[in-house]
């Protein structure tokens, strides 16, 4: 069922001109695909990471986050800065249980700004044909 999914909504994305609407879309199925409650499309400029798309099914189901308009750096402090800093994936079950002697740490401000409890993070370093980076599930 999700190989027929993934070759449907590669057939969908190919007529889409909308980039906005585009990312909306591959971020929603992405989340779908993984179960997660909540995700991100983040953009690299330079040395960081910049939230372009989020989504949050528990703070604003089916809309696009308000909670979007910072930056993340990319090195090993933060998780979403060490996987674009490594280029490798981080799948993480607890990242409030982090093991020790771990460069990065879970940046705990959105949790404690948006009253959320993030449990689970997979964060996943995807490039395109411009070398954009894009993308992380929580």
Same mark, same amino acid.
């Given at each position: 069922?999700?190989?027929?999914? $993934? #070759?449907?909504? %590669? +057939?969908?994305? /190919?007529?889409i001109? +909308?980039?906005?609407l585009?990312?909306g879309?591959?971020?929603?199925e992405?989340r779908?695909f993984?179960? =997660? +409650?909540?995700g %991100?499309i983040?953009?690299? $400029? ?5 939230? $372009?798309?989020? #989504?949050?099914?528990?703070? #604003?189901p089916g809309?696009?986050?308000i909670?979007?308009?910072f ?6 402090m ?5 996987? =674009?800093?490594?280029?490798? /994936?981080?799948?993480?079950l +607890?990242v409030?249980n982090l %093991? ?6 879970f940046g #705990?401000?959105?949790d404690e700004? =948006?009253d959320?409890?993030?449990q689970s &993070?997979?964060?996943v ?6 070398? &954009?980076?894009? /993308?992380?599930?929580?």
């Open positions: 069922q999700k190989t027929e999914l $993934s #070759q449907k909504l %590669s +057939d969908e994305v /190919a007529q001109k +909308d980039l906005d585009l990312l879309i591959v971020l929603a992405a779908w993984v179960n =997660a +409650d909540a %991100s983040l953009f690299r $400029s330079d040395n960081e990471l910049n939230f $372009s798309h989020a #989504q949050n099914e528990t703070l #604003q809309k696009k986050l909670y979007n308009t930056t993340v750096p990319i090195d090993n933060t998780i979403t800065g060490c996987v =674009a800093s490594t280029n490798k /994936a981080l799948n993480i +607890d409030y %093991s020790d002697g771990l460069t990065y740490k #705990q401000w959105f700004v =948006a959320y409890q993030t &993070m997979l964060t370093p995807l490039t395109t044909r411009l070398g &954009m980076w894009l /993308a992380y599930c929580k």
